[in-house]
């Protein structure tokens, strides 16, 4: 059992203070995905939306701040500074500020006091926000709501004019299907986790989440999003204990093979991933072909061009240029060069591995959790290679949250916060580990 110190208020007074703080922050970090999932869709209320989200958590949070690492911490400035840097040599200064906004307005959220509890809210808060955009998707397949994608099957593929199948990719609230697919991604993830695992919340309510966000994902037709939650399964099934491992293999193969026996259109988009692995997919011969000539224009290897620099002079086959290149970390490449790259790289290891060395300690949920944060990791790290996702909501908060959960959950020391897991009553402290469920 991990070693507990505890936080003591002098008074009951203080304690109730302590408790009201807490519920506080656990009902801001709650809003934080339903909301950053939704704002897409609010248009330009959406921007206001999320800032004020951000404001109120970073308030919360900035009140009781965990201790970083002096690496973590260090990494931390010194990348934030850049990107300020970065910021200053945009086309625009009103440019360069909105980008340096997207990036920095969750970073508050690496400092989170990440408990037991503070696990279990957020594993809600991503359930609400999977059935948040299940419900948008069923607003959209009634024509209740507009935003789906159309496209062939085969992405790219040339096929019969009269025979051809055509799929309709749901985007939810979200507005982008291989955004809704990874979210609904990690849905399943937690799902999984908490369905063979000991800490499991109600059965049925998960059985039935698990199935809804499996088909949600294949719906969205993001190639990279069901390749997504294949990382994620590996890392799951390395880093769980064995019993548990066997079964997150066995269920999520069920789960699988399901929607693949009993859709063609389901069996087309798996299909269609052995066409990018062989390089026959025009979208993903497009996307590389773009990336070798981002690259060989690029002329500021070490700081980059600025926020925005890898659009001028950067022209595609066509000649046209291009706002966008599908690679979170070229864009960075590009922006904040070889720099930028390592020390979010930097900052990423530096919770990752003492997240890995600490998976074994603690109870049940301290020690699940510390997988999940690792997996939920891995698989937006991977679809950053092909999509824009690390300075752009809802992935930014997603990503700030994730590592501010994982550095407090790797801590060898848990400091259990009163009102969440240690007692006080008549000057009497109970110190007992908590046990509970990982989702509510």
Request: charge should be positive.
């Amino acid at each position: 059992m991990a070693d507990v110190s505890v936080e003591v208020a002098p008074t009951r007074a203080g304690g109730r203070a302590v408790r009201r703080e807490g519920a506080a922050l656990h009902r801001a970090l709650f809003l934080v995905l339903p909301v950053t999932t939704v704002a897409p869709a609010l248009g330009p209320a959406g921007t206001p939306l999320r800032v004020l989200v951000a404001v109120a958590v970073a308030a919360l949070v900035l009140k009781a701040p965990a201790r970083l690492r002096p690496g973590t911490a260090g990494v931390l400035i010194v990348f934030v500074l850049l990107l300020m840097a970065e910021a200053l040599g945009a086309p625009s200064l009103e440019y360069g500020m909105v980008r340096l906004l997207n990036w920095v307005m969750f970073v508050p959220l690496l400092f989170v006091r990440g408990d037991d509890r503070t696990l279990r809210v957020l594993c809600a808060s991503l359930l609400v926000a999977c059935w948040i955009q299940l419900a948008g998707v069923a607003l959209q397949h009634t024509g209740y709501i507009r935003g789906t994608w159309g496209g062939l099957v085969v992405s790219g593929s040339v096929l019969d004019a009269e025979g051809r199948t055509l799929l309709t990719r749901y985007t939810g609230f979200l507005g982008n299907p291989n955004d809704l697919g990874l979210l609904l991604g990690l849905g399943v993830m937690v799902c999984l986790i908490g369905l063979v695992s000991r800490v499991y919340a109600r059965r049925a309510g998960i059985v039935v989440s698990l199935a809804a966000f499996t088909w949600g994902l294949f719906v969205t037709g993001s190639r990279g999003a069901i390749l997504g939650l294949v990382v994620g399964l590996v890392v799951v099934v390395a880093l769980l204990r064995p019993r548990h491992a066997a079964a997150v293999t066995v269920v999520g193969a069920l789960v699988g093979v399901v929607p693949v026996l009993t859709s063609d259109s389901v069996r087309r988009v798996i299909d269609s991933i052995g066409s990018i692995l062989g390089g026959r997919d025009a979208s993903a011969s497009f996307r590389s072909t773009l990336w070798r000539e981002q690259l060989r224009v690029n002329d500021a290897w070490f700081f980059g061009n600025g926020f925005g620099g890898y659009v001028a002079g950067s022209p595609t086959t066509s000649g046209t240029t291009t706002g966008t290149i599908d690679n979170a970390w070229l864009k960075l490449l590009l922006e904040a060069g070889l720099a930028g790259c390592v020390l979010l790289a930097g900052l990423v290891l530096s919770v990752v591995v003492p997240l890995l060395r600490a998976r074994r300690e603690g109870n049940d949920v301290t020690s699940v959790g510390r997988v999940l944060v690792t997996a939920g990791l891995a698989m937006v790290l991977w679809r950053s290679l092909s999509a824009d996702l690390l300075d752009v909501n809802p992935w930014n908060a997603i990503l700030w949250l994730m590592l501010g959960l994982g550095s407090s959950l790797a801590r060898p020391v848990d400091v259990l916060r009163i009102g969440t897991a240690v007692g006080v009553k008549h000057g009497r402290v109970a110190t007992e580990v908590p046990k509970g469920r990982l989702l509510p």
